[in-house]
């Protein structure tokens, strides 16, 4: 009889942890586990939208959708926000480019690059206190594109 007894005090502590898991106000063994299995399938479906949302953040980019070229300038205090997209990646892409932001006298302060199926980079640069000439915005993503345009021998898109 003590181990019957025992099962049954486990089985009850058991059943209200669960009751308290799942924020359940059910009294009887049965309402606990229904409350329990309608969580379970809440938590299911946050799982499913959570693996769909991050599906579409990996999936490859539909190329024949997007421009072949994308160059956003942002002016900052002292600087530029860069940020450049291509659809195609290709050997010496991020050369050109850095080679175009030396010719105007930027510095690459901060610079994120991707360039697997697709190129992407995001890059902060600084223009050089040596240099009197003020650069701005326009012309930065002219020279960008000019430079993308250089090293892919295709038109751009902006």
Request: glycine residues 6%; negative net charge; aromatic residues 4%.
């Amino acid at each position: 009889m003590d181990s019957r007894e025992q099962k049954r005090v486990a089985l009850r502590e058991k059943l209200q942890v669960l009751r308290s898991v799942t924020n359940s106000n059910a009294v009887n063994k049965a309402s606990i586990i229904v409350d329990a299995s309608k969580y379970i399938k809440e938590l299911k479906q946050k799982v499913d939208k959570l693996n769909k949302n991050f599906q579409a953040d990996v999936e490859p980019v539909d190329q024949s959708s997007l421009p072949l070229h994308q160059v956003t300038v942002e002016t900052l205090e002292k600087g530029f926000l860069i940020t450049v997209f291509s659809a195609k990646s290709g050997p010496g892409l991020l050369v050109s480019i850095l080679e175009a932001f030396e010719e105007l006298g930027l510095n690459v302060l901060q610079a994120r690059v991707s360039c697997t199926d697709t190129f992407r980079l995001e890059a902060v640069g600084g223009e050089d206190q040596v240099e009197n000439e003020s650069v701005d915005a326009q012309a930065v993503k002219q020279v960008v594109l000019q430079a993308i345009n250089n090293c892919s021998g295709s038109s751009g898109q902006e």
